[in-house]
């Protein structure tokens, strides 16, 4: 069945973002993707906008050219997102909170610059894309996963301020999916990490390769928007199943079995 209803989805250039954007675009939602660098135009059904979701201009900008043309958005997608890539202690607080000011405060500004109109309509769906790593560690890249389980937080408070307005508010969290993730290295390496990090960012670049098909959260994307009451949370990919065994299993049994999967014992 067709849909019509306004689509605005961040980070669509690449992976999850384009997945989403595509699949609406066939469904027949009227779709708006966002890159900071991707080409502006037509692309395979759904307009294309520069858009830096770390800028408030640049925000603002975007959102009332998606009005100016439609009027409206009914669902607002926060996909885009960046991974710094380093030891918490390599990590300076300035890339740290470049890594907040993406994946967290860009999807504030988001909410912020289309809440307005939904309000205003008593209508609207705002999904949140976390990540697997706000429930477990990921190490050598470990202000992504803060990032967005503050996402995650923040999503939950939302919902319940949004609800009687008829706002609903939705986060999902994908595991690992074969996509071409941005990522920045942290700028000032320290020697005593460089074999454990190796062989965790080894494991990492794996865990993407071997990862399921974007098109699966993209499926989970439209099914939310589709649900009469979506839920709160939704966890798509393989990894789903650990977030049930970190409830029962003893934390020194997820801890050995983090360890493993990272190798940083070897």
């Known amino acids: 069945m067709s849909d019509d209803r306004v689509v605005l989805i961040t ?7 384009r997945a989403t954007a595509e699949l609406l675009a066939s469904r027949g939602f009227t779709v708006f993707g966002t890159s900071r660098q991707a080409p502006v135009g037509r692309l395979d059904g759904f307009e ?10 640049s925000v603002r900008t975007c959102v009332l050219s998606v009005l100016q043309k439609t009027s409206r958005i009914d669902v607002l997608v926060n996909n885009a997102g960046q991974a ?9 607080l ?9 994946n967290f405060f860009g999807a504030v500004r988001m909410v912020n610059a289309v809440l307005p109109g939904m309000r205003e309509r008593r209508s609207g769906q705002i999904i949140n894309v976390a990540s697997i790593a706000a429930v477990f560690p990921l190490p050598f890249a470990g202000y992504y996963g803060p990032s967005k389980l503050a996402l995650m937080a923040y999503s939950e408070t939302l919902r319940q301020e ?9 986060v999902i969290q994908p595991g690992f999916f074969n996509t071409h993730h941005s990522r920045v290295y942290a700028a000032r390496p320290i020697s005593d990490y ?8 080894s494991a990492n670049e794996e865990s993407f390769d071997k990862g399921g098909d974007p098109q699966e959260v993209a499926k989970a994307i439209l099914k939310i928007i589709q649900s009469p009451s979506p839920e709160q949370h939704y966890f798509v990919g ?6 049930l065994l970190k409830r029962i299993l003893p934390d020194s049994i997820i801890e050995s079995q983090t360890r493993k999967h990272w190798r940083l014992d070897e």
């Not at 710094?84 to 300076?92: D, H, N, P, Q």
């Open 11 to 17: 980070g669509a250039s690449i992976g999850i973002g």
């Open 48 to 57: 294309m906008l520069r858009l830096d979701t770390t800028s408030d201009e």
């Open 84 to 92: 710094y890539a380093g030891g918490l202690e390599e990590t300076s």
């Open 94 to 102: 300035e890339e740290a909170k470049a890594q907040f000011d993406v």
């Open 162 to 170: 949004l609800k009687s307005l008829g706002v609903s508010v939705s």
């Open 194 to 201: 460089d074999d454990i990090r190796r062989r965790a960012r």
């Open 238 to 243: 393989k990894e789903k199943r650990l977030v």
